[in-house]
């Protein structure tokens, strides 16, 4: 298993993906349209020429994540793109998917993500929950389904290595800053399956996290699962008491952990983006939806 620092931004140690060594490789995450370049690279740095990428694989389709798919899946012909079942048309049509960023990150969205080329159809596969992808004799990615962060998202546990791939679900620990934060971006952040998925993933018994954001953690699984968990509902907890009063919720969440710690959080993981997650949540909760 090898991991590739994607360099969203040019920014090193913020955005990872994994070559998953084997007779049938595949890689983790393809990071953003900006990071192409340095995925080829890396790739090729390891011996993987244009027809031996077996697949593709995304926890899901955030630019972060997934931008690169359409390039890579040009580079690559052989190569099966996997995805989840929710997040497999924004793939095929990305129109939406970039529309939507275009209006968050404005002028930005090229210099920092870029776009998402689309992917035909037929080279992509959803997986469905406890499905796997071979990568070898008795080597297989096993996905998970684990929304909360968002609808279309899954993990991967590798039966090898025992390393599970968390995507965004366990949050952001940046190797520069160290604190475990939350990921609740809009607009389908869900405190309840989010702790689900992060309990899914405890079941599992990993040997290691590997966080998109960023690489394996050293510390034991069980131990940042449950500070993820306790993460997630002491920042549910003060956005839920400030909305309850009608206060401003990025207010009381920045005044309670911490304004943003860099530029690039403050862009990746947010105070405001997480705030506007969560007040969501709380609102669709308040309407019952």
Do not use: C
């Not at 290691?208 to 510390?219: M, Q, S």
Request: proline letters at 7%.
């Amino acid at each position: 298993m090898h991991q590739i620092d994607t360099l969203l931004g040019g920014w090193e140690r913020v955005t990872a993906g994994w070559l998953v060594a084997g007779p049938a490789p595949v890689l983790v995450e393809t990071g953003s349209q900006t990071s192409v370049p340095m995925v080829l690279d890396a790739l090729a740095g390891l011996g993987v020429g244009p027809e031996d990428l077996a697949g593709i694989v995304v926890t899901h389709i955030h630019l972060d994540h997934a931008g690169g798919v359409g390039d890579l899946a040009r580079a690559f012909p052989g190569a099966t793109v996997y995805v989840h079942p929710a997040g497999a048309r924004h793939l095929v049509d990305p129109s939406r998917l970039v529309a939507s960023a275009a209006r968050v990150f404005g002028d930005i969205l090229d210099s920092l993500y870029g776009r998402l080329d689309p992917t035909p159809v037929e080279r992509i596969v959803a997986l469905e929950d406890g499905e796997g992808i071979p990568v070898g004799p008795g080597r297989t990615l096993t996905a998970i389904h684990s929304p909360g962060h968002a609808s279309h998202h899954l993990a991967l546990h590798d039966s090898e290595s025992g390393v599970l791939f968390a995507g965004d679900a366990a949050g952001v620990r940046l190797p520069d800053i160290g604190v475990l934060r939350p990921a609740t971006p809009p607009p389908e952040f869900d405190l309840d399956l989010a702790i689900r998925s992060l309990h899914l993933f405890a079941a599992r018994r990993p040997s290691a996290l590997a966080l998109a954001h960023f690489g394996v953690l050293d510390a034991d699984p069980a131990d940042v699962l449950g500070e993820a968990e306790d993460v997630l509902r002491a920042w549910a907890a003060v956005a839920e008491a400030a909305w309850s009063r009608g206060d401003d919720v990025a207010g009381a969440l920045a005044g309670a952990f911490g304004a943003d710690p860099s530029e690039t959080m403050a862009i990746l993981n947010g105070v405001h983006s997480n705030a506007a997650g969560l007040k969501r949540w709380l609102d669709k909760r308040a309407a019952g939806a």
